[in-house]
Every structure is written in structure tokens, then in C-alpha cells.
């Protein structure tokens, strides 16, 4: 079955804790995104890949992690630092970042308790 | 900067008709790419249409077309013969063309909340 997975699908976080979202792809798709979003409010990205151990801050980095040790594999951390972490994220892929249209994963919801 | 604006947060329309949502977009780039993306309540975004700024010709599938005003930068979509499955969020999407340190990023309206009702 081809696509991108994120898992898990809801995910409860205790304040001070860090946690990871995966983000899974086998579309052999080079480019890979995080987006956080929130009610009302447009998708926003976290970080970007367009190669293996190649990673940008997007406009709301500050808080998150990354890691891009294989092409498949873009996984998030939440960290502590992230002072408003609960939302939705979105992870998307695309062949060729410069020209192709992004396809996206489910999403998690992350709530912080 | 780039910028996309979606004046309007909901609309409702009948099922069979024809609804048309807005977006302005704000860039001084000359290459690049609009999106329509839908969201409906299971929360996976789905492509609706894409047009590529290069191309006059308004992009179309099935029910679904643009309106794209390059001068007044202007994308609005026009849904047809409106099913009740077309209930969804709907946000508009723009993205620089060919290389540069944008690498293909987003950007997003805060969407435009359509229902149609029987």
C-alpha cells in the first residue's frame, strides 16, 4: 500500500515532555514538510527536507526538531521548549520540490495535557 | 513576502448548485504555482486543482475550475453541481517556481468553511 503515514493518529503529551511524530513515505519522493495547524488558521511549516541529512527552519521552528537519516523517514520532535504545541500536524511530500504539487499524510493530533 | 488572503471564513450553498470561493495572493515573483486544497471533516488534505502562473488557460477537473486573474492576482475557485461530499474546508496555496531557497514551501489562506446542505 503506497503513501505517506503519520502515526499515531492522537497523541497526549504531560507538560515538560518531548515527544516524536513519525512520518513515514515510500513514494520515493525527495522533498518532505512539516506544517502545524491550528483552528482558524492556515497551514504553517516547521521544517523542511529536500535531501537525505538536509533539513531549513520554516516560519515556526522554534520548539521542534527534525532528522532526515533516510529518505523514507522525516520525523518531528515536540521538545519542552515548545511552549503552545497542541494542534494538528501535517507532514507532505513531494518528487520535486521546485515543480510538483505536495501530497499530504492523515495528521496527528497532539494534545498537551 | 508572499501572502494568501481567503476573505471568506464560511459559505454555504445548496446541493446541484454552483459556488465560487475567493483568494488574493500578494508575491512579485513571476514563476510560481496556486493550489486548491480541500479538507474535509477527516482532516486529510486533498489536491482539488493546481495552476501553473505561466499558463492563461484556466486549469479545470470535473467540476471543479479556476478563475485566475494574474494582473489582479486573483485564484478563486468555482465548484459545479455542488455534492454533499464537497462539505470540506478549502484553502487556497501558492508556491515559487524553479530554484531558490524556498524549496518548494507552502503558503496557505486560513481557509474558506463550505457546506452543502440537501
Known amino acids: 500500500d503506497g503513501g505517506i503515514t503519520q502515526s499515531p493518529k492522537y497523541l497526549f503529551r504531560k507538560e515538560g515532555q518531548n515527544v516524536t511524530l513519525s512520518c513515514e513515505q515510500n513514494?520515493?519522493?525527495?522533498?518532505m514538510y512539516w506544517y502545524r495547524q491550528d483552528p482558524g488558521q492556515g497551514l504553517r511549516l516547521i521544517y523542511y527536507?529536500?535531501?537525505?541529512?538536509?533539513?531549513q527552519k520554516g516560519d515556526i521552528a522554534e520548539g521542534y526538531s527534525v532528522s532526515r537519516e533516510k529518505k523514507e523517514s522525516f520525523p518531528l520532535t515536540v521538545t519542552s521548549a515548545q511552549k503552545n504545541p497542541t494542534a494538528f500536524y501535517l507532514c507532505?511530500?513531494?518528487?520535486?520540490?521546485?515543480?510538483?504539487?505536495?501530497?499530504f499524510g492523515p495528521g496527528t493530533r497532539l494534545t498537551v495535557l | 513576502a508572499q501572502t494568501v488572503t481567503q476573505s471568506q471564513p464560511e459559505m454555504s450553498v445548496q446541493e446541484a448548485e454552483t459556488v465560487t470561493l475567493s483568494c488574493t495572493y500578494d508575491?512579485?515573483?513571476?514563476?510560481?504555482?496556486l493550489f486548491w486544497y480541500k479538507q474535509p471533516p477527516s482532516r486529510q488534505m486533498i489536491l482539488v486543482i493546481r495552476?501553473?502562473?505561466?499558463?492563461?488557460q484556466n486549469a479545470t477537473e470535473n467540476r471543479f475550475s479556476v478563475n485566475f486573474q494574474k494582473a489582479a492576482k486573483s485564484f478563486s475557485l468555482k465548484i459545479s453541481d455542488s455534492q454533499l461530499g464537497d462539505t470540506a474546508m478549502y484553502f487556497c496555496?501558492?508556491?515559487?517556481?524553479?530554484?531558490?531557497?524556498?524549496?518548494?514551501?507552502?503558503?496557505f489562506g486560513r481557509g474558506t468553511q463550505l457546506t452543502v446542505w440537501p
Open positions: 508575491t512579485s515573483e513571476s514563476n510560481y504555482y
Open positions: 513514494l520515493n519522493h525527495d522533498a
Open positions: 507532505a511530500t513531494a518528487s520535486r520540490p521546485s515543480t510538483d504539487t505536495q501530497y
Open positions: 495552476q501553473e502562473a505561466y499558463k492563461q
Open positions: 496555496a501558492f508556491r515559487i517556481g524553479g530554484r531558490g531557497s524556498t524549496l518548494g514551501r507552502l503558503y
Open positions: 527536507s529536500q535531501i537525505v541529512n538536509d533539513f
